[in-house]
């Protein structure tokens, strides 16, 4: 069961938390290891209830609420939402509950979008939940009402990408048709609206072309996050190296080896968290 926030330690000292349906997130967590060294983390995967692109709205508040609620018992000083549908169900619903900062995937990735494209034709690939929501739809038109945006759900790559199935034939014929229906819309622009399919950007950068600019949110949201702190006051200043540590609510050694590839750094510790752990740690 996660502890209480210790009232003793100065919030600078503590943890980021941050939160993925399953191992996409480290796309994320990865930049924020390379943009703030000093800084710790604390990662949670909730693989047992992985994919989150098929669930509705209600269950995302929900998984999120409890992740949300047990990262902030564990004592962190910013949440950051790593997981593009529960960013797009839960993100307004999280900052209204929780005392705690919180930071979302979607809106870092249509900025760099919109001062990326020269043709105002943007595309989002992306889970069915997102794509469902118009999270991207809104961001982006608040940012460029007169941008054209092409949406295409991916149903089934990222469960492909959790397995650690980045190079197969089948990845590679799914990646081909949903980028063919893109394609013909003629983006100049592509945002990868899931932390998983970074992981695949060879793939997706060769379907889509040369000419067209794909956007990978996971830096933006480095940079957010360092704006936060910055303003805040929570940013660390010392030369330490930061640590980072890991729950999941599935198997721990299929977390630990698969996340270990793509996050190309060790993954020592690794606690697993039961959903009934999860359902008391809801706020």
């Known amino acids: ?18 939160f993925d349906s399953g191992i996409g997130g480290l796309t ?10 000093s800084e710790d983390f604390v990662y949670f995967g909730d693989t047992a ?37 529960a960013t797009a169900a839960a993100l307004s619903h999280l900052q209204e509950r929780l005392a705690t900062p919180i930071v979302g ?43 054209d945006i092409y949406q295409q759900a991916c149903p089934g790559l990222a469960e492909f990408i959790q397995e650690g199935d980045v190079g197969s034939r089948e990845v590679a014929d799914a990646v081909r048709s949903f980028v063919a229906p893109l394609r013909q819309k003629r983006p100049d622009v592509v945002i990868m609206g899931c932390t998983h399919y970074p992981l695949v950007a060879a793939l997706l950068q060769r379907q889509l072309g040369r000419n067209v600019t794909l956007v990978n949110p ?23 190296e930061g640590d980072y540590r890991f729950y999941c609510t599935g198997d721990v050694e299929a977390f630990r080896a698969v996340g270990a590839r793509f996050l190309q750094m060790p993954l020592d510790e690794v606690v697993g968290v039961s959903l009934d752990e999860l359902a008391a740690a809801s706020p």
Do not use: N, W
Not at 49 to 72: H, N, T, V, W
Not at 106 to 126: D, H, K, N
Not at 218 to 236: F, I, K, P
């Open 28 to 37: 994320v967590l990865h930049e924020c290891l390379v943009a703030m060294p």
């Open 218 to 240: 996971a830096a933006e949201v480095a940079r957010e996050v360092e704006t936060v702190l910055e303003r805040q006051g929570l940013a660390r200043r010392d030369d330490r």
């Open 105 to 147: 995937v979607v809106m870092p990735g249509a900025r760099a979008a919109v001062q990326t494209s020269r043709y105002r034709r943007i595309g989002v690939m992306a889970t069915e939940a997102t794509v469902a929501s118009g999270s991207y739809v809104r961001a982006i038109h608040g940012l460029d009402a007169g941008a």
């Open 49 to 85: 209830r992985f994919p989150y692109g098929p669930r509705s709205r209600a269950e995302l508040e929900l998984f999120a609420d409890q992740i949300a609620g047990f990262l902030e018992r564990t004592g962190v000083k910013l949440i950051v939402v790593a997981c593009y549908s």
């Open 1 to 18: 069961m996660a502890q209480e926030r210790p009232d003793i330690r100065d919030p600078i000292d503590l943890p980021i938390g941050m």
